[in-house]
């Protein structure tokens, strides 16, 4: 009988299990992504392959793989490429690793190490380094078979899918259709507002299958979450060369979810990451004709125009380019290294970022949106606010009926629903509203079966308490007791501050200075002056200040 190859082997035994899990009473497991490492010696005894740079021997990983990636210590400085290969198979092309310090979640410092690239299924790989990194290890993800698993389900799926398609979205594979669904985020989604998109490329090689592109997905998702430690999946949209548009961070594509994918401005912004490296190459023309109507979509649909520009705050982060709380401008499609300090989206995809404007203009809908005005931002000795707005849908549906909630917060809290008002049929909508302190007014469309929800930017609202202020007398004798009184409105429970000054040489100098508790927006705080001369008696509270002067006889 001949001798069975490795590969006839390996397909008998794969038919063998197929064949198993059809028979009656037998259940086969689902293949699940999993991620796992390997650390790596010293490089120190590598061999050269150009300037600088030092190949390691052939490493044979745990068990099969299909991205890998690396990691080190913080501190380390080290560029990094690598090549891969099934045991005994041929190589594939030594791929750049690019370092991942360049994106990640708003809060805290980048991972220590690279972005993963996409092998197809390996068992050996090999290193080239320059640089000396400090805690070298392997990461990998197996990715492939689960993939494959996942749109093995897609008949199943489409039912469902159809049912979840917003209107007026292009064709995006859902989460559930790529694997997503067994790499479950850490914790829910955070929301943000979308105020423009960053263009990405990931920095892999580019001759990969239209079939491969599930797996590269949720290999990128795996190894995010569990090699980065992040919540999820960096972006919120994955697009590959053949225009295929994934799903990604979790918690829905109409929403305003925050990924990892501009470090600063995740909060502002929508993530769309091309699959490949174009930094010597260009976008073909699927893929960027599927990302300008994936970003003229998102983009409509929370009210913002797919051209000009937009200005909004950075949160800062070590791969910032500005500091926490600069006020920076920038196109609302922008790429990557506009904001972060990164070569991403690649210096050819760069260049086309103006014709991809064009385009996603000619995608984009309606403008949807919801405003909030207030007929006066700083209220003085008053409690109620008049607001008004308008409700816009993407799909041009009437707003009529539809509920718009008044969400508040003061002092750092959380908003929270103070008042709801419903549209009129052209959207318009206004309302009266008590706010008792200084804060932040929002306005939310909570979303309905067929429609998304919509929030307006925060509107800031000062009270300026009315004070009134009362002395028991303009002249007194020194030493004699002096009742400093008065209202507050409205009315609290807080405190006022009370300054006595007395004129010297033709300037006030401070006496005292008296915290006075308010009971009821009543405040009463007895002053005895000491000395001869002409006193002013100052109080404030809340930005407001009220003055009276007193003459002292000896």
């Not at 001949?2 to 397909?11: E, F, N």
């Not at 960096?234 to 799903?247: A, H, L, S, T, W």
């Amino acid at each position: 009988m001949p001798r069975l190859t490795r590969r006839q082997a390996v397909k008998l035994g794969a038919a063998a299990a197929a064949l198993g899990a059809l028979r009656p009473g037998s259940v086969a497991a689902a293949p699940r992504a999993e991620s796992f490492s390997l650390d790596l010696p010293s490089p120190g005894g590598a061999t050269a392959a150009g300037a600088g740079w030092r190949t390691t021997r052939v490493y044979q990983a745990p068990r099969r793989f299909d991205l890998i990636g690396l990691g080190w210590k913080r501190g380390s400085r080290v560029q990094a490429q690598v090549r891969a290969r099934p045991r005994g198979g041929a190589w594939t092309p030594w791929a750049p690793l690019h370092e991942s310090g360049d994106h990640g979640p708003d809060a805290g410092r980048g991972p220590a190490g690279t972005d993963p690239a996409w092998t197809a299924a390996a068992d050996e790989f090999q290193l080239r380094l320059k640089g000396f990194p400090r805690g070298l290890c392997a990461r990998f993800v197996r990715s492939g078979p689960a993939a494959r698993a996942a749109r093995r389900r897609i008949p199943l799926a489409r039912t469902a899918t159809r049912r979840r398609q917003v209107p007026g979205a292009p064709p995006i594979i859902p989460r559930s259709e790529w694997g997503g669904d067994s790499v479950p985020p850490r914790t829910g989604p955070a929301y943000g507002r979308v105020q423009l998109a960053f263009v990405h490329h990931t920095v892999n090689a580019n001759d990969y299958g239209p079939e491969d592109s599930a797996a590269i997905v949720l290999g990128m998702a795996r190894y995010h979450r569990d090699h980065n430690g992040w919540n999820d999946l960096g972006y919120n949209f994955v697009v590959d060369r053949y225009g295929q548009i994934f799903e990604g961070r979790a918690g829905g594509i109409d929403l305003a979810i925050v990924g990892a994918q501009a470090q600063g401005f995740n909060s502002v912004s929508t993530g769309v990451a091309l699959i490949g490296t174009f930094m010597d190459v260009a976008a073909p023309p699927p893929a960027l004709d599927a990302i300008a109507r994936l970003i003229g979509w998102k983009l409509s649909l929370h009210g913002v125009p797919t051209q000009g520009e937009v200005t909004v705050t950075s949160a800062g982060g070590e791969s910032n380019r500005y500091p926490s709380g600069t006020a920076v401008m920038f196109q609302r499609i922008s790429g990557h290294r506009d904001g972060n300090a990164t070569s991403c989206p690649g210096d050819v995809l760069y260049t086309q970022l103006p014709d991809l404007r064009i385009r996603a203009s000619q995608y984009a809908g309606p403008l949807a949106g919801l405003t909030l005005r207030a007929a006066a931002t700083k209220l003085r000795g008053v409690t109620s606010a008049l607001l008004s707005g308008a409700l816009r849908f993407a799909d041009g549906s009437s707003a009529d009926g539809a509920a718009v909630d008044i969400l508040y917060a003061t002092g750092g809290s959380a908003y929270s629903p103070i008042a709801s008002v419903s549209c009129a049929a052209d959207g318009q909508w206004s309302t009266t509203v008590d706010i008792p302190y200084t804060g932040t007014l929002r306005a939310r469309f909570p979303g309905d079966a067929t429609r998304a929800p919509l929030e307006s930017t925060p509107l800031r609202i000062t009270v300026v308490p009315g004070l009134a202020l009362g002395v028991s007398s303009r002249r007194i004798r020194r030493g004699r007791r002096l009742a400093v009184s008065g209202v507050v409105a409205p009315a609290s429970d807080g405190h006022v501050v009370v300054l006595l000054e007395r004129k010297v040489l033709g300037r006030y100098r401070s006496v005292r200075t008296r915290r006075v508790p308010l009971v009821g927006g009543r405040y009463l705080r007895f002053l005895r002056p000491t000395r001869a001369g002409l006193y002013r008696v100052t109080v404030r509270v809340g930005g407001a200040s009220a003055r009276q002067y007193v003459r002292v006889l000896a």
